[in-house]
């Protein structure tokens, strides 16, 4: 007899993108970390941790982190819930909303994140297609009546973005939550915010992980109405947010001038990533990411994957029908680019008609 429930034993986990040890030297574009780094403010904020705060613990709902996220977002705290990661507030959304007979809804492909979580939760799941160059697909999405709708938007991989009219649309079209995962939209020309507002039904994620460059630290957080929030947070672990994470990522939200900085440096190398792959003959959709959806010119992307991680160079291939083709690129430092297209250029040979 297993030790697992049956939907334990049968589920397939979700594979993270390959993580290096430490100091390897590695050109690491494949899980859209930022590659400049976090605000000195953060690091100031870390070497200045009272050891006292380590001894007790931190506050239940990280309210130094949840004040100050606020204070950037012109809302009230009880509009803000902080997580581990967004990773954490997409487990919370999924425990407190879905379940047998409760379905879980996104269009693919997308953040396979959402599957694990729905299977974990025996909530059945319906995966809509986008429709041609990744519009959203409202109505069908409508129709699938969620308990639980996701849109990452910008979405992953393919770094396209869905309107405020569409993402209306759907808010307007469901009885139950949706929620716009907005891991990327810092690096977009609009966010989701103002929809808030009108749209009880609406959760906006967001992290620090990209923005920020502090994907290690672990911190995300969920604006919606407040009575939504109260609902997650029955369902969150008790002290979900660690008082390292509470004082760094203070720190790091409030220096927006950093982060504004950093964001149009990343914004400038996603221009010039686009047109150096293009010169080799790369298809690559118009991103509002880090990243970049690329497809190289024969389609063969799981040779080039293996001759680029050869050289040291880890870029993410999805092991998924839809996904065979193409690879996601994270937007690096120049330099970084600069041997990424380098070795491109080796792998994919001549320009041909293809
Ligand atoms: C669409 C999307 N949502 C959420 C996350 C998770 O981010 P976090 O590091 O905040 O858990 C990612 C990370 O890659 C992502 O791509």
């Not at 220096?255 to 047109?275: F, G, K, W």
């Not at 001759?307 to 937007?331: C, H, K, M, N, S």
Request: charged share 20%.
């Amino acid at each position: 007899m297993s030790l697992f429930r049956p939907t334990i034993d049968s589920l397939r986990a979700y594979t993270p993108g390959r993580q290096p040890a430490a100091g390897a030297r590695v050109i690491k574009l494949n899980t859209n970390e930022n590659p400049y780094p976090p605000s000195p403010s953060a690091v100031e904020a870390l070497r200045a941790l009272d050891p006292d705060q380590l001894r007790r613990y931190p506050h239940p709902f990280g309210d130094e982190f949840r004040r100050a996220a606020a204070s950037v977002l012109g809302v009230d705290p009880t509009w803000v819930l902080a997580g581990n990661g967004s990773d954490d507030l997409l487990t919370l959304l999924v425990r407190a909303t879905a379940g047998p007979g409760r379905p879980v809804v996104y269009p693919t492909p997308t953040y396979v994140l959402y599957r694990t979580l729905a299977a974990i939760q025996d909530a059945p799941v319906v995966e809509v297609p986008f429709d041609t160059d990744f519009a959203l697909p409202v109505d069908r999405l409508a129709a699938a009546a969620g308990a639980l709708t996701f849109v990452a938007n910008p979405n992953s991989p393919s770094g396209t973005v869905a309107s405020h009219e569409r993402l209306s649309a759907l808010a307007n079209a469901l009885d139950g939550v949706l929620v716009v995962d907005e891991a990327y939209a810092a690096f977009a020309e609009e966010d989701a915010l103002a929809l808030l507002e009108t749209h009880p039904n609406l959760v906006i994620l967001r992290t620090l992980s990209k923005s920020h460059a502090l994907a290690g630290l672990r911190l995300g957080y969920a604006i919606a109405h407040p009575t939504l929030l109260e609902g997650l947070a029955k369902v969150k672990d008790s002290y979900n947010v660690g008082a390292v994470a509470a004082s760094v990522g203070s720190a790091a939200i409030l220096d927006t001038a950093h982060t504004a900085t950093t964001v149009a440096r990343i914004q400038r190398n996603r221009a010039q990533l686009t047109e150096a792959l293009q010169r080799l003959g790369c298809r690559v959709w118009p991103s509002q990411a880090n990243f970049v959806l690329v497809r190289p010119p024969h389609g063969d992307a799981a040779r080039v994957h293996r001759e680029l991680e050869r050289q040291g160079i880890l870029v993410r291939y999805f092991d998924e029908p839809a996904l065979v083709e193409v690879l996601r690129i994270t937007v690096g430092t120049r330099a970084e680019q600069q041997t990424l297209i380098a070795a491109l250029d080796a792998i994919l040979g001549p320009l041909d008609s293809a």
